[in-house]
Every structure is written in structure tokens, then in C-alpha cells.
């Protein structure tokens, strides 16, 4: 039978639990409050649409621009890879 060393430690472990549930609150009321107040800011909700849109183009549009690079330009693989590779650095 396991024993994790009484009622003593039992009821320290809960208390330990308490306040790490206490902090993890405290951040996430925090991260919130940051959060409303970036929102609230003249036009960051529209920079914020702006870039997720574009962040999403850009996800659907690069594969087929490395594509296009290897069939229709002929680019060696390693060349392609390096430019891959400096794609996602720079991004």
C-alpha cells in the first residue's frame, strides 16, 4: 500500500494545491485584463484581422511558390531547401 505520510501531509498537500489553483488565477485575470485593454486600443483589432489574414495566405500560397520553383524554374533541391530554410527564419 502506498502512503504519502499522513493526514498531516495530506492536508499540506492540499493547501499547496489551493494556492497554485490561487496563482494560476491571478495570471489568467492578468493575461485577460492585458488582453482586453490591447483590444480596446484604436485599430488594433483591425491589425490584428489584417495579420491573421495575411498569415493565412501566406501559409496557402508558399507551397505552391516552392513548387513552382522546382517544376518551372528547375531548381536544384538543396537551393530549394536553402530558400525554404531562409523563408522560415525571416518569417
Do not use: K, Q
Not at 6 to 11: C, S, V
Not at 33 to 55: K, P, V
Not at 75 to 81: F, H, K, L, W
Amino acid at each position: 500500500m502506498l502512503r504519502i505520510g499522513g493526514p498531516r501531509r495530506l492536508i499540506a498537500l492540499a493547501s499547496e494545491r489551493r494556492l497554485a489553483d490561487i496563482r494560476l488565477t491571478l495570471r489568467l485575470r492578468r493575461v485577460f485584463e492585458i488582453s482586453s485593454s490591447l483590444l480596446r486600443r484604436t485599430g488594433f483589432a483591425g491589425l490584428l484581422a489584417a495579420n491573421f489574414t495575411l498569415g493565412l495566405a501566406y501559409a496557402f500560397v508558399l507551397p505552391y511558390i516552392s513548387m513552382w520553383g522546382t517544376l518551372e524554374v528547375g531548381m536544384p533541391s538543396r537551393v530549394v531547401g536553402s530558400w525554404c530554410d531562409l523563408r522560415s527564419a525571416v518569417a
